[in-house]
């Protein structure tokens, strides 16, 4: 057995150091709080009834959440895949991808102006019908609807990839058999979605758990809780550090049933997308027309809410906003550490994902007991992170800065760098692993036979089908490392400041004009990262398929 | 000979490197927009010497982040907690007693804390837009009476010092019944915020009738905005206050710096530029008085503020009273 291991040492030794390294890292962190907490701490005392509460209602809303979000998400990326003329499409898909990674503040702030009870659609029914429709996006209702924007519009842009890597020929055979568009979909379409379907479903799940802001803006009741909340409360309120650790525990156990759920799907059709091209089926008018209003609504639901920030922000004075110290500094903070943290996540994806399939495949390694473990432990320490609280790694970082004496800024910079990748990890896997599997899949045969590894492989059987992943990767992990504010919370200072605190700040001191300007900075910077960065990576590079 | 030599240099070493002062506190009394830079200003002239803000998202934040760094922490000063949290603090330990005249305050109680000392103060109170409302509350009972589709926003008193303000302020006007009070206005609680932030800003998007903040609130779109049409509702039978605190780290290496910091905090240069920074009334009477736009706002006829040691007793059961009465 481990001669097969030994053969492709390149592939699995990378991958196996970073996830390893990561799970040092998280080990590191909790014994740094056991250390801090009065050891007596049992991981099912936390169960009290407020928490079984808690959880129950977050695991009846993250599933609800995670459903309606797979559901449009489906629904969307199938329209797009079978309407590739549509109306400034890309720009569509651009901007699909950049509500997930904004900070939530703003989104929900955007959300609000056009869903809210004074918003432009209470506004507008009211004008039309003198109906309003009240705050119907407080409570359980708002909370799915602010999940399901967030989410389904991430879900839709992983899986229109994956319809469009549908070989064609699999559609002229259906379309000769005289498939309906239904048993299309069943027959052709879902089994090639299905397992990014799933993954990103269960990132989708995970972020639904543990949304914070979302669930206490607009659910408007204590029952409608997360255990996020209850973490903060015993962090900060009541200083009981084990009690935190205990609902972490309850947290990351639920994460780990989760993983072990996800990577016990079984991935089948390989299928790699090979080139912009269209779907050689043109369906029935009715079905034409569901596809056009579903691109239309959603396009609608996902757009104007980032319409409105620019509209709330359009009118700030941004002569005065750029000429403000602290603002320049926290630009360049924030820019400084994404472009550092992103190009350390799409590494660290590559590795990850490059050590993982091997025991996907196995004609490369045999299915074994240990090949599965190892498997779980690189999906488990690349999610791992979704499901611990911000708050509890923050205070994991900063336990761990004062154990190790190092210069003032030092520790404050690798606690938000670590943290913004250990956060884009869990997106960018799932994106960039199935398409992995499917290079490989596609060209290991042909790479053996030939002899073919190392760089050349990597630059004629990876690259090219890679590429377009890679620069989306690299734009969401840019963004989503933007700003956290979970972690900086404990080092801020003076000296280090990222935009989005500088914006809570902001919003924090009656400064709402400012910060609405400076959420269309935001806005701004990452929609151009979402439409610049993936076309320097769509040019025809090394080499033409 | 050595050890005259030692004091001299460190005598020397003083007199080249300024004494530095730290103080953790919160974000928005830190911003540049805060009354933090005007306060370093003037004392670091006063005193010849450096004055650090630390900013931290809240004060118990800042509270905490001492706790945790233990006895290598930096801050000489913790600022921003209030009466309702001081007891929380001060069961630590790590407090030490304040060498501060307090009888020059003028605070609507008087004031006998000898670990704490007081900066600014304001009443909690809901804000409301008069161009929009006309007749607004003038007690809880009628905000409870109000119609059906008469909305509020209020924050969490977990992660909220105005929302655990009015917490204790229903409690303190409805005692046992206060559980049942917060089932009577539920229906007109539109969301429940994490901070004042989100809860203020939801307001002026104008998705509520009323928010929960300060009866100082108005001051600021008058002077900043030249609106007037943000008041607040006057209750009758008082309102909460929110008494801002700082104290002086056991710990600290610059008491004497720390102390004359505190006392600072009751000069007239601090009172001055407390009103327009911090949007709060100073502690102590100035020569200047208070901007022309505080005039504008009510002053509560009576004050409501419930025992520090009382509040940190039973503030658990309060809130699970709370959550319970809220439950669905």
Excluded at chain 1, 30 to 35: A, P, R
Excluded at chain 2, 290 to 319: C, D, H, Q, W
Aim: glycine share 6%; aromatic share 14%; net charge positive.
């Amino acid at each position: 057995m481990l001669k097969e291991y030994w053969r492709f040492k390149g592939s699995l030794i990378p991958g196996l150091f970073v996830s390893f390294a990561l799970l040092t890292l998280a080990v590191l962190l909790f014994l740094t709080l056991f250390g801090a907490t009065d050891a007596n701490t049992t991981i099912f005392g936390a169960l009290n009834q407020r928490v079984i509460g808690l959880l129950k209602f977050t695991l009846f809303q993250a599933t609800l959440s995670t459903l309606f979000s797979a559901l449009l998400g489906t629904l969307l990326a199938w329209s797009l895949a079978h309407q590739p003329r549509f109306f400034s499409r890309s720009l569509l898909i651009a901007l699909f991808s950049s509500s997930l990674v904004l900070p939530t503040i703003i989104v929900v702030f955007g959300l609000i102006t056009i869903l809210g009870r004074n918003g432009w659609l209470n506004h507008l029914s009211n004008y039309l019908f003198h109906h309003s429709f009240e705050g119907f996006l407080y409570g359980l209702s708002g909370i799915l609807i602010a999940h399901t924007y967030l989410n389904a519009s991430f879900a839709a842009r992983g899986l229109l990839h994956s319809f469009e890597s549908i070989p064609k020929e699999r559609y002229k055979l259906a379309k000769s058999l005289g498939f309906s568009t239904f048993k299309r979909f069943v027959i052709i379409e879902f089994p090639a979605i299905k397992s990014t379907l799933f993954s990103i479903s269960s990132t989708i799940f995970l972020l639904c758990f543990t949304s914070f802001a979302i669930v206490l803006i607009l659910g408007g009741n204590p029952s409608y809780n997360t255990l996020e909340v209850a973490i903060y409360e015993a962090v900060k309120l009541d200083f009981n550090i084990s009690f935190a650790l205990e609902l972490a525990f309850v947290q990351l156990s639920i994460s780990v049933i989760l993983v072990i759920f996800s990577s016990s799907l079984k991935t089948s059709v390989s299928n790699i997308k090979m080139q912009e091209s269209v779907i050689p089926w043109r369906d029935a008018f009715g079905v034409r027309v569901l596809q056009k209003i579903t691109i239309f609504i959603s396009g609608l639901f996902f757009i104007l809410p980032l319409v409105a920030i620019f509209h709330d922000g359009i009118t700030a004075d941004f002569t005065h906003i750029i000429k403000s110290v602290v603002f320049i500094k926290s630009f360049s903070t924030s820019i400084i550490i994404a472009s550092i943290s992103s190009v350390i996540t799409v590494f660290f994806t590559l590795f990850l994902a490059n050590s993982k399939r091997n025991f996907a495949l196995y004609y490369r390694i045999p299915k074994s007991g240990i090949g599965k473990l190892l498997a779980f432990l690189i999906s488990f320490s690349g999610t791992l992170y979704l499901a611990i609280p911000s708050l509890v790694l923050g205070l994991g970082f900063f336990l761990l800065s004062q154990r190790f004496f190092a210069p003032a800024n030092f520790w404050a910079t690798f606690a938000l760098l670590s943290a913004n990748i250990l956060m884009s990890l869990p997106f960018s896997l799932s994106v960039l692993y199935p398409s992995m599997l499917k290079t490989a899949k596609r060209y290991d045969k042909l790479c053996f036979s030939l002899g073919i590894s190392g760089y050349e492989r990597w630059k004629y059987c990876e690259w090219p089908y890679l590429k377009e992943s890679i620069g989306y990767v690299l734009a969401l992990s840019f963004c989503l490392s933007l700003g956290d504010l979970g972690v900086i919370s404990l080092f801020g200072n003076q000296d280090f400041s990222t935009l989005p605190w500088y914006l809570y700040g902001l919003m924090g001191s009656y400064r709402n004009s400012d910060a609405s300007g400076v959420a269309l900075i935001l806005l701004v910077l990452v929609l151009s990262i979402f439409i610049f960065v993936p076309k320097l990576f769509k040019g025809d590079g090394f080499a033409k398929n | 000979m050595l050890k005259i030599l030692l004091s001299l240099g460190l005598l020397m070493g003083s007199l080249f490197a300024k004494e530095t002062l730290t103080i953790y506190t919160y974000d928005s009394f830190a911003a540049s927009w805060g009354p933090a830079p005007l306060i370093k200003k003037a004392f670091e002239k006063k005193y010849d010497c450096k004055l650090k803000f630390v900013a931290t998202d809240s004060a118990i934040g800042a509270f905490r982040k001492v706790q945790l760094e233990g006895k290598n922490t930096k801050a000489d000063i913790v600022l921003g907690l209030d009466t309702n949290t001081a007891e929380l603090a001060r069961k630590s330990g790590l407090f030490a007693k304040h060498h501060t005249d307090t009888s020059k305050l003028s605070l609507p109680i008087k004031w006998n804390d000898d670990t704490f000392v007081p900066f600014d103060y304001s009443y909690f109170a809901f804000v409301y837009d008069s161009n929009k409302l006309k007749n607004a509350p003038t007690s809880f009972d009628e905000l409870a009476n109000m119609p059906k589709n008469f909305k509020i926003i209020i924050e969490d008193p977990r992660s909220s010092t105005p929302g655990l303000g009015l917490l204790l302020w229903v409690k303190a006007t409805y005692g046992n019944k206060a559980g049942a009070y917060w089932k009577k206005l539920a229906p007109h609680i539109l969301t429940i915020t994490k901070g004042w932030s989100e809860a203020y800003n939801l307001f002026l998007k104008g998705e509520a009738d009323m928010v929960l903040s300060y009866t100082t609130s108005p001051a600021y779109h008058i002077i900043e905005e030249k609106k007037y049409n943000y008041k607040t509702a006057n209750f009758k039978a008082g309102h909460y206050a929110q008494i801002e605190i700082a104290g002086m780290l056991k710990s600290s290496k610059h008491k004497d710096l720390a102390n004359k910091f505190l006392n600072f905090m009751l000069s007239d240069e601090f009172a001055n530029i407390i009103p327009t920074t911090n949007w709060s009334y100073p502690v102590v009477k100035t020569k200047k008085g208070l901007p022309k736009a505080f005039s504008l706002l009510y002053v509560p006829s009576k004050m409501i503020l419930m025992n520090g040691k009382t509040v940190e007793k039973n503030r658990k059961a309060y809130i699970n009273e709370w959550l319970k009465a809220l439950a669905r």
